[in-house]
Nanobody
Framework: QLQASGGGLVQSGGSLRLSCVVR????????MGWFRQAPGKEREFVAT????????DYPASVKGRFTISRDNDKNTVYLQMNSLNPEDTAVYYC????????????????????WGQGTQVTVSS
């Protein structure tokens, strides 16, 4: 089970940190990702991190503003979001994909096998 939290309403230029707690399994066994979905749009990739934490990736739209990290001891993945703008408004989902490889990442929605319930992020102008 994946439980995302930390969303809310923030002004443009503000920051939020999302958390995703993984329950009932060992976080280290999973590649983790964050995705978002705005009304009327497809779910899109936001960030991914390898099992080891050494490899990350972001799309150009958030690179330099968002940072994904993981604490395997706490079974938690984080998404630090800075310099938010109204285009970042969406429901944010965390996702997990089991993998035998420690430095592999995943950027495609269909690669992920488990999803959290989502947390709403709203950025006002």
């Amino acid at each position: 089970q994946l439980q995302a939290s930390g969303g809310g309403l923030v002004q443009s230029g503000g920051s939020l940190r999302l958390s995703c707690v993984v329950r009932g399994r060992t976080l280290y066994d999973y590649i983790m990702g964050w995705f978002r979905q705005a009304p009327g749009k497809e779910r899109e990739f936001v960030a991914t991190i390898s099992r080891s934490g050494r490899v990350t990736d972001y799309p150009a739209s958030v690179k330099g503003r968002f940072t994904i990290s993981r604490d395997n001891d706490k079974n938690t993945v984080y998404l630090q979001m800075n310099s938010l703008n109204p285009e970042d408004t969406a429901v944010y989902y965390c996702a997990a994909d089991s993998s035998p490889f420690v430095d592999v990442i995943r950027t495609v929605v269909t690669n992920y096998e488990d999803w959290g319930q989502g947390t709403q992020v709203t950025v006002s102008s």
